[in-house]
């Protein structure tokens, strides 16, 4: 698939490692930085998203997302594991839950520009799923930095080009994505987060997130692989 990301926030908070391992496959490794693991809230929006070399559809190839994440590994292969992800389209989440085997709950969205920065809401709507909610208003403090360079806590965090996932019967996926190195910037948020990391057992700590912005990338995403 194709998919044009906008407008991303990369909230980050350090989260001692065994509170998250419960949460995953055995096969899978929880990858630490400076002795933490770490937990992101990222909500962006999705345009263009279609099938390779197809037009994009009408009512699927655009809408707001708001997912929740960790990162882990499979031997050398490093990634992305969500606990959860909301969309503001339930058709796409029905494909997500079915083909894809992520954890997407149906939610009210909405993504607005606000001067240079962004306006964010999302409500939780999915039916037999936990509240979760996250109302705030982020944006760039500063011009977009040169890529991360390798064993920097930004590449550490964002340069992870694949993602894992866990189907009913237990079976673990993986699934490559490719895209240009992030054109990271510095960032400022007000965020009021509800709900979303309780589910799990997860309190956020006390303490101002790290945080990284990015107006636009274009991503390639493959199907998934069963590994387990």
């Avoid at 930085?33 to 990222?42: H, L, P, R, Y």
């Avoid at 279609?50 to 292969?77: C, S």
């Avoid at 990271?184 to 007000?190: D, G, I, R, S």
């Avoid at 303490?207 to 390639?220: E, K, T």
Wanted: hydrophobic fraction near 40%; charge should be positive; charged fraction near 20%.
């Amino acid at each position: 698939m194709f998919q044009r990301w906008h407008d991303l926030l990369f909230a980050h908070w350090p989260i001692p490692a065994h509170v998250l391992r419960p949460l995953l496959p055995d096969r899978l490794q929880i990858e630490e930085f400076d002795g933490s693991a770490w937990i992101g809230i990222v909500p962006f929006r999705m345009t263009s998203v279609r099938l390779r070399f197809t037009p994009p559809v009408p009512g699927f190839a655009a809408f707001p997302e708001l997912n929740v994440r960790t990162y882990v590994t499979d031997g050398d292969k490093s990634g992305v594991w969500f606990l959860s992800l909301d969309a503001g389209n339930p058709l796409a989440v029905a494909i997500a839950r079915r083909w894809y085997h992520l954890p997407y709950f149906r939610a009210r969205m909405a993504c607005e520009a606000n001067g240079e920065g962004i306006a964010y809401r999302s409500a939780r709507v999915h039916r037999g799923a936990p509240s979760a909610s996250l109302v705030g208003r982020y944006g760039p403090t500063g011009p977009v930095a040169e890529p991360a360079a390798s064993g920097t806590f930004e590449h550490w965090l964002t340069e992870r080009y694949c993602l894992y996932a866990r189907d009913r019967r237990e079976g673990v996926w993986r699934g490559e994505i490719d895209h240009a190195p992030w054109p990271l910037q510095p960032a400022e948020a007000e965020l009021q987060v509800d709900g979303l990391t309780d589910g799990w057992g997860i309190s956020l700590p006390p303490r101002a997130p790290v945080l990284h912005f990015s107006r636009r990338i274009d991503v390639r995403a493959w199907s998934l692989v069963r590994i387990r």
